[in-house]
């Protein structure tokens, strides 16, 4: 929804805006100077969403390192959002800037592999449990790849989404559930002619009975799902969601793929580790390879064996899969140092103790003003939700946002040094984030809610 939401009032909402954007723009000079000069980006900026932050031009940071940034105009911010996840284990993590400078000098793109892809390919094992891996570029692409491969596996033509998630750049996941219910493509969805609901099925999250009905026909190849929703706001699964979830899909024969590209956060397998999912496939990107454009995507045995027999079957051609600089051995150098030198068992220890104090610091903020908020939280992902009670479903979710009090949210906070998620109130800590600046973010927090409730 737009405008603010319970418990607080329009006027505050628009001075507080009013007064961040007045700061923002008086501030910074070079910032303004640099939105003018972008004169050949299409709408002034490397990739069109950096044009839907809060800010009224965009910040252009000069310089980041560790979980601190720093804008042309020379200002300071502790940073939360973290590439909203790219960054999950801090900017530029010394093991992989020395990684990457090595192999820079010994190849950066030959289509073939380096030494280093035998030893990834064990590592992804230990961690995430399935025996067999693919390298792809973006979370985006892993998905679209591993949907193929289940389609290929299964010979059934659908899939299977839940309501609110988000996949990355995969045509075929933009199906949403609309307010009377029935499936339709994603609002604001760009160039996109096609019915997605032909062969995209959508249920509302924690649903198992919707769950049941869906794949009862046994046309649905996969069922695609992060293990918590986190691309609207939070929303956890129920007690006993995923057991029923494995179960379901195992006895209608789907496949069950989890995307753990945010939920990483959650230990260092992944929230399938901390809980003992068993995905037959498995999808990790964004901060896998410490930052740079990787990701993969793993197989179960059975799976990578009905897939070679799919691809055996086939005449020889284009098998739709695979991108020219997945696999590379800049991407092997960098997943490498981050599996084995920075996503270690003690970087999750100091992240997940730094979550703890970010929520139980931006609790005591909300319970104070009494506002009908809460605090998720996914390891080492916090969020504040604009509901009173955990959420059950991605329709609450989107219930819960109030797009103009969040823009205020966010800009006020960030001319206050701090800065997180662009379009939901998601705040990441990483190995090199500091107690000082969680401290500073809550009470940065604490100072936008009074002027917000008074
Ligand atoms: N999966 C999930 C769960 C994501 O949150 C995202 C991105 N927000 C993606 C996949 C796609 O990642 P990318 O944009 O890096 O391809």
């Avoid at 995430?128 to 949907?147: H, K, M, V």
């Avoid at 499936?183 to 997605?196: S, V």
């Avoid at 691809?311 to 981050?338: C, D, N």
């Avoid at 998720?376 to 604009?386: I, K, N, Q, T, Y």
């Amino acid at each position: 929804p737009v405008g603010e939401g319970p418990g607080v009032s329009p006027a505050r909402v628009s001075a507080l805006r009013t007064e961040a954007e007045a700061l923002y723009l008086g501030t910074r000079p070079k910032t303004r100077a640099a939105a003018g000069a972008a004169a050949h980006l299409f709408q002034g900026v490397p990739m069109h969403w950096m044009v839907d932050w809060s800010t009224p031009v965009p910040l252009v940071v000069a310089h980041a390192s560790g979980a601190r940034l720093t804008d042309v105009d020379g200002n300071g911010y502790d940073d939360f959002c973290l590439g909203d996840t790219a960054a999950l284990f801090g900017h530029g993590p010394p093991p992989v800037a020395d990684a990457l400078t090595r192999q820079a000098r010994a190849g950066l793109a030959t289509m073939l592999p380096s030494p280093d892809a035998a030893i990834v390919g064990d590592l992804l094992n230990a961690r995430f449990g399935l025996p067999y891996w693919q390298i792809a570029t973006t979370a985006s692409d892993a998905n679209r790849f591993a949907l193929r491969a289940a389609r290929a596996a299964t010979g059934r033509p659908r899939i299977l989404i839940f309501d609110g998630a988000y996949h990355g750049a995969v045509d075929e996941t933009f199906v949403e559930l609309g307010p009377d219910g029935r499936a339709r493509n994603a609002e604001g969805l760009l160039g996109e002619t096609r019915d997605l609901t032909a062969l995209t099925r959508v249920i509302p999250f924690n649903d198992l009975a919707a769950l049941e009905a869906a794949l009862a026909d046994r046309s649905v190849a996969c069922v695609i799902t992060e293990p918590v929703l986190t691309n609207c706001a939070m929303v956890l699964p129920q007690p006993g969601f995923h057991a029923a979830l494995r179960e379901i899909t195992r006895r209608t024969g789907t496949l069950l793929l989890i995307d753990e590209t945010h939920t990483l956060s959650s230990g260092p397998g992944g929230y399938t580790g901390k809980y003992g999912l068993e995905p037959d496939l498995f999808v990790v990107g964004k901060a896998i390879a410490g930052g740079i454009p990787a990701s993969v995507w793993g197989m179960s045995a059975e799976v990578a064996e009905r897939f070679t027999r799919a691809r055996a079957s086939l005449p020889e051609g284009r098998s739709g899969m695979g991108t020219t600089l997945s696999g590379s051995p800049l991407q092997l150098a960098a997943m490498r140092a981050t599996l084995e030198q920075v996503a270690t068992d003690d970087a999750y220890a100091h992240m997940n103790a730094l979550a703890d104090r970010l929520e139980s610091g931006l609790s005591a903020v909300l319970s104070e003003a009494r506002l009908p908020w809460h605090v998720a939280r996914c390891g080492a992902r916090v969020e504040v939700v604009r509901a009173p009670r955990p959420l059950l479903t991605g329709g609450e979710a989107h219930a819960a946002h109030f797009a103009e009090l969040e823009a205020t949210i966010h800009l006020a906070l960030l001319v206050r040094g701090v800065l997180i998620s662009p379009f939901h109130d998601m705040m990441l800590c990483s190995p090199a984030t500091q107690d000082a600046q969680v401290d500073r973010l809550i009470a940065a927090t604490a100072d936008v809610v009074r002027r917000l409730v008074g």
